[in-house]
T-cell receptor, first 112, second 117 residues
Framework: GESVGLHLPTLSVQEGDNSIINCAYS??????FIWYKQESGKGPQFIID?????DKRQGQRVTVLLNKTVKHLSLQIAATQPGDSAVYFC???????????FGAGTRLFVKA | GAVVSQHPSRVICKSGTSVKIECRSL??????MFWYRQFPKQSLMLMAT?????????EQGVEKDKFLINHASLTLSTLTVTSAHPEDSSFYIC?????????????FGQGTRLTVV
């Protein structure tokens, strides 16, 4: 079935370093991808999205890269801060464009 | 961004009772809302798609008679966990998409922590 998964379950980085979180997806027909951040006990928070007609998109301190050839997605966080500590999920919109399917998640620890 | 409000944020109920969770889109209309369940240290698993004015569409393996979904208006969907058991204890999260926009981010509620004792 369709799925979106992650290579690394946990990632620990030093404050100020850059973080890279990876994600693999299996549905080659997916055309919209989103990264969410989830803090403990809260709902997912939108970080950045990208459509399949792009391979890179930048936001404030975050960049998403999309490689459709190998069905790979990554989230780069520049100058990681303690407030970035959370679980990060990649997700795809499927089922006609509305249904959001989540990957397994990566927990990011930022060491001060 | 658009706001989705979920209520209650926490609920404890006795085994065998039912509990209702509300999901409201506060500043936009949502013809479609989604319900997810999240167990500790796991991802969000889609349970069902709630369609305004029609029956919900359940994902494979989700019991429709146990998880009743009602989407009576463009701003409100409810999930009722019927005859709850301890294994239903979980974090339930709803989301909504702006009706007329395809392929846009979904807006999530803050989640409901259900504990069945």
């Amino acid at each position: 079935g369709e799925s979106v998964g992650l290579h690394l379950p946990t990632l620990s980085v030093q404050e100020g370093d850059n973080s890279i979180i990876n994600c693999a997806y299996s549905n080659s027909a997916s055309d919209y991808f989103i990264w969410y951040k989830q803090e403990s006990g809260k709902g997912p928070q939108f970080i950045i999205d990208i459509r399949s007609n792009m391979d890179k998109r930048q936001g404030q301190r975050v960049t998403v890269l999309l490689n459709k050839t190998v069905k790979h997605l990554s989230l780069q966080i520049a100058a990681t801060q303690p407030g970035d500590s959370a679980v990060y999920f990649c997700a795809e919109n499927g089922g006609g464009g509305f249904k959001t399917i989540f990957g397994a998640g990566t927990r990011l620890f930022v060491k001060a | 961004g658009a706001v989705v409000s979920q209520h209650p944020s926490r609920v404890i109920c006795k085994s065998g009772t039912s509990v209702k969770i509300e999901c409201r889109s506060l500043d936009f209309q949502a013809t479609t809302m989604f319900w997810y369940r999240q167990f500790p240290k796991q991802s969000l698993m889609l349970m069902a798609t709630s369609n305004e004015g029609s029956k919900a569409t359940y994902e494979q393996g989700v019991e429709k008679d146990k998880f009743l979904i009602n989407h009576a208006s463009l701003t409100l969907s409810t999930l009722t966990v019927t005859s709850a058991h301890p294994e239903d204890s979980s974090f339930y999260i709803c989301s909504a998409s702006i009706a007329y926009l395809l392929n846009t981010e979904a807006f999530f509620g803050q989640g409901t922590r259900l504990t069945v004792v």
